[in-house]
């Protein structure tokens, strides 16, 4: 299992590399809700996209009200009903129906033709179709929307460490170009918050299966290590096989992976927007199951055609 050793605070942001340019995004205020967008795709008059934030809403976590759009154990349903309700009325999509998703951290995707009466299994869907918001939910794992501007097709995915291993984003790419004749040099993507490689400590299990599907893996990791290295701790301490400490885990950067993997999959770098926001470090604006525990709300992004 990844594992859950806590890290220190977040240290002074890196220079931001080629695609995650906070210019490249913008926030606007709408019933008391923050959403996160993106320029270029507001730009598209027919396209409806957001990026829901934590203040607002109507459920009670600690001592205050959160915009919390997932059914968890912690919060009534009501609660949630409300919350999407004034999340899709803030990004201008009150009348469309909600599409969701039963995500399980898998590799499948979903093409919507309609709404269904009950949420499909799958972390991605896509559609050509106008008047469906599609959405997927997030408290971590990284939340991407893509947008066919040519052939007006969009998709939204969920990838989580699990997804990113399966390449659910490249899948996602292939299955708009098998159902709906989308060129890859065409698409935008919007990469959103989510936990960045500052906070997200994983077991070295996790770095070596991706080691063993990608060939850029090391570049995702802060210092990769395959667990197979001499412990010095143990040298120095003269302890016994099994009293040494455990083995030091290794920070990932999932949106790295996913930018890599839309790359490949041959997407322009320019049409990539990465946020830079991390989840872990900004409690005040964001969820994160990591760092809250079970007691984390959801966030939503949804991406929509206009009727």
């Known amino acids: ?29 709408s019933l008391g809700l923050s959403i996160l967008e993106v320029p270029v795709f507001s730009k598209l008059p027919w396209l409806i996209h957001a990026f829901s934030t934590r203040p607002g809403g109507v459920s009670p976590l600690a001592n205050e009200k959160v915009l919390n759009l997932g059914f968890t154990d912690w919060d009534r349903r009501e609660n949630v009903q409300e919350n999407r309700l004034r999340f899709q009325i803030a990004a201008g999509a009150h009348d469309l129906p909600l599409v969701t998703l039963k995500q399980f951290h898998s590799d499948l995707v979903q093409v919507v033709d309609d709404a269904p009466a009950d949420p499909c299994r799958g972390d991605a869907s896509t559609t050509n179709r106008s008047g469906l918001l599609l959405a997927i939910q997030t408290a971590d794992c990284v939340p991407i929307l893509l947008v066919d501007a040519k052939k007006r097709t969009i998709a939204a995915i969920h990838a989580g460490w699990r997804g990113t291993l399966a390449r659910i ?13 989308t060129k890859p040099t ?20 996790v770095a070596t299966q991706f080691l063993s599907q990608f060939s850029d893996a090391p570049d995702y990791f802060d210092e990769f290590r395959t667990g197979d290295e001499p412990n010095p701790i143990q ?22 992976a996913n930018r890599s993997q839309l790359l490949a999959a041959g997407l322009r770098p320019q049409n990539i927007h990465v946020s830079d926001l991390c989840t872990a470090c900004r409690p005040d604006l964001l969820f994160s199951y990591r760092k809250e525990g079970p007691r984390s709300g959801r966030l939503m992004s949804l991406i929509g055609i206009r009727s």
């Open 235 to 256: 040298w120095l301490n003269m302890m016994p096989p099994g009293h040494q400490p455990p083995p030091k885990g290794v920070l990932l950067d999932l949106r790295k």
């Open 186 to 205: 065409d698409v935008l993507a919007a990469v959103g918050p989510a936990i960045g490689g500052c906070c997200y400590e994983v077991g070295t299990e």
């Open 169 to 181: 984003a490249a899948k996602t790419i292939g299955r708009m170009q098998m159902h709906f004749g």
């Open 1 to 29: 299992m990844p594992s859950t050793k806590p890290r220190p605070p977040n240290r002074s942001a890196p220079e931001d590399p080629p695609g995650r340019r906070r210019a490249s995004w913008s926030s606007r205020c």
